[in-house]
């Protein structure tokens, strides 16, 4: 479904990731992938897992770092020349802002947030879109808690909020080229980006037992739906959120 395509997969920490569910699934649908990690640090737990990937660009990504972002795209046009998808699985804020109230985020903390979480997308699609020449798809990952108010989700909700209204007016900007763009938002899952919320284990719990199903969704399901959104099936489709979350969404 996806051989020939060619995409950026950012966010992988380990095998546990979301952003790894995707990329397997993309890669077992028959996409060659770029790998991204974090640092030096993430590079030994990130490397085997895109080397079992079949990786052809391999690389470090700190959107925080001056450059980065620029030296990766900058190496695709070099080594590919084009790109047919990005997905983007990045998100942070400090502890002492994310444990806090809303209204008492610092600015720095705020920003940050908002930099790494939602502005890394735009910077990406902003350089992805030279190498979209036969048009393409931007995914990002999201949160009921942009939509919802969730408890513990705390500065996230606002950030996610932002990058949900961000995926809409970039589909609106980058339609006209073929570029398409979407919010995925899974349900809790059990990752170590996950494990600095506070009370995480509760926020699981929840939605065990609200959900029809009464279990989470895994990594696996959230990548076949990211698989879909990235090839032809999904042609009619663009700014949308698309919830895989096993129905936990719809229910009061």
Known sequence: MLRGKRGLVVGIAN??????GCAAKLRAFGADLAVTWLNARAEPHVRPLAERLGAEI?????VEQPGQIEAVFDRIAAEWGRLDFVIHSIAFAPREDLHGRVVDVSAEGFGQAMRVSCWSFLRMAKLAEPLMTDGGVLVTMSYYGADKVVNNYNVMGPVKAALEASARYMAAELGPKGIRVFAVSPGPLKTRAAS???HFDELVEMAQGRAPAHRLVDIAEVGRVVAFLVGPASSGMTGDTIYVDGGLHNVA
């Not at 095998?15 to 790894?20: G, T, V």
């Open 196 to 198: 600095g919320i506070a």
């Open 58 to 62: 391999m690389m470090p990504l700190d």
């Open 15 to 20: 095998e546990h990731s979301i952003a790894f």
